[in-house]
């Protein structure tokens, strides 16, 4: 069973940074997609950004220029680094993993396997 599991999330100040792991377990990584999503108190959840198992990476408009998804294959690890944030930055920051060679996306419902989320607040 493949499994992601953040971490890194925490309590910072406008215009900190922070950097997000995924690190997946159960399979090799270099098979999957891997997505980022955010689920602020009372919203529904977000796509973010998105990293292809070839390396392309995709944002939303609100993160790019400020946040830079990667990935390490050797470590089964995607990392989201996360520069200049805001305080409507906060909330529970999830990766999700699919199985493509291909394509990558922001639609969540194409991830079957998921993390359970990590908190990142950013006070004003």
């Known amino acids: 069973q493949v499994q992601p599991v953040e971490s890194g999330g925490g309590l910072v100040q406008t215009g900190d940074s922070l950097r997000l792991s995924c690190a997946v377990s159960?399979?090799?990584?270099?098979?999957?997609?891997i997505g980022w999503f955010r689920q602020a108190p009372g919203m529904e959840r977000d796509g973010i950004s998105c990293?292809?198992?070839?390396?392309?990476?995709d944002y939303v408009s609100s993160v790019k220029g400020r946040f830079t998804i990667s990935r390490d294959n050797a470590r089964n690890t995607v990392y989201l680094q996360m520069n200049s944030l805001k305080p409507e930055d906060t909330a529970v920051y999830y990766c999700?993993?699919?199985?493509?060679?291909?394509?990558?996306?922001?639609?969540?419902?194409?991830?079957?396997?998921w993390g359970q989320g990590t908190q990142v607040t950013v006070s004003s």
């Open positions: 159960g399979d090799t990584l270099d098979a999957y997609a």
């Open positions: 990293i292809n198992a070839n390396g392309w990476s």
């Open positions: 999700a993993a699919t199985k493509t060679n291909y394509y990558c996306s922001t639609y969540g419902r194409l991830y079957p396997y």
